[in-house]
């Protein structure tokens, strides 16, 4: 049996001041050399001018026209499912996740997970290297782990972290 992979990635930040939302996508691809290959091509002949500086793609600074094109590419490949959870700032009212920025990535991201069903499959999850500390991260493992599996059949899980520019999964899920 092949393995699915996941890509989750935030938009906004964490603070309760600045962005109105935290948005948290994550994307489910079953090939993820296709990702890469539309990555690499982009970076060789369509948007060669655009992304010659760049080390990695970010939505928010992205031309509209390469927004699109990376849209309907994605939209050619088979079998990719794409979730996401928005949350809306002025609409949380408990303390402590206001004031732990790290709690509140898990909420959501827990939220997000339970809104994803597998059966039957292997995923691997790959996530920006966002929780710097070891200890954030295992927090982080252990609980959207719990709760991907409330509603899914998982046979087994892998989550990994490295920076967004590793991953081309990671720069289509931004």
């Known amino acids: 049996m092949m ?3 996941m890509y989750i990635d935030e938009s906004g930040d964490l603070g309760i001041k600045g962005s109105k939302y935290l948005v948290l996508s994550a994307l489910l691809v079953d090939k993820p050399e296709y990702l890469d290959r539309i990555i690499k091509n982009m970076r060789r002949n369509k ?17 509209p026209e390469l927004r699109k094109y990376m ?21 949380l009212f408990s303390e402590f996740l206001k004031d732990n920025k790290h ?4 909420y959501v991201a827990g939220k997000l997970a339970q809104n994803i069903v597998l ?3 292997d995923v691997i999850i790959k996530i920006d290297k966002s929780k710097g500390k070891h200890l954030l ?27 967004s520019h590793c991953w081309s999964g990671l720069q289509f899920a931004d």
Do not use: P, T, W
């Open 137 to 163: 991260r295992k927090d982080f493992n252990e609980y959207f782990e719990k709760k991907l599996k409330m509603k899914s059949k998982i046979l087994k899980i892998g989550i990994e972290h490295s920076y």
């Open 47 to 63: 948007f060669k001018k655009q992304l010659k500086k760049a080390c990695e793609i970010k939505a928010n600074k992205s031309s």
């Open 103 to 106: 709690k509140l990535y898990n």
């Open 3 to 5: 393995s699915k992979y």
């Open 119 to 121: 059966n039957q499959e």
């Open 71 to 91: 849209l309907k590419k994605l939209n050619e490949v088979k079998g990719v499912k794409i979730f996401y959870m928005v949350l809306e700032k002025k609409k």
